[in-house]
């Protein structure tokens, strides 16, 4: 049985910087795309950042240049440096390795094994 969970997270002022991690269980997902997604009050699930077999990246625009995301295959783990954080970053942030090899997934249903989020809070 997969299980993915988040670590890290809490409540930090604006321009501070925050880490999460991600570590999965039960598999290698070595050959998927890891990512993260974010949900904010009010708002829909959107995609953060992924990160492929390949160790190549994407990052949603209002997050580029400040976060970066890493994995490492070996521990089946996926982390998310954050920096400059604002106070639209607000929110419960969700681990996610994809469903299927070799795809680069982007929606949400795309993704088979998701953490239970953790939250982030950016006070201004």
């Known amino acids: 049985q997969v299980q993915v969970a988040e670590s890290g997270g809490g409540l930090v002022q604006a321009g501070g910087s925050l880490s999460l991690s991600c570590a999965a269980s039960?598999?290698?997902?070595?050959?998927?795309?890891m990512g993260w997604f974010r949900q904010g009050p009010g708002k829909e699930r959107e995609l953060v950042a992924t990160?492929?077999?390949?160790?190549?990246?994407y990052y949603r625009d209002s997050v580029k240049d400040r976060f970066v995301i890493s994995r490492n295959k070996d521990k089946n783990t996926v982390d998310l440096q954050m920096n400059s954080l604002k106070p639209d970053d607000t929110a419960v942030y969700f681990c996610?390795?994809?469903?299927?090899?070799?795809?680069?997934?982007?929606?949400?249903?795309?993704?088979?094994?998701w953490g239970r989020g953790i939250q982030v809070t950016v006070s201004s």
């Open positions: 996610a390795f994809g469903g299927t090899p070799w795809s680069t997934p982007r929606a949400p249903s795309e993704f088979a094994s």
């Open positions: 039960g598999r290698s997902f070595s050959s998927y795309v």
């Open positions: 990160i492929d077999w390949a160790y190549r990246t």
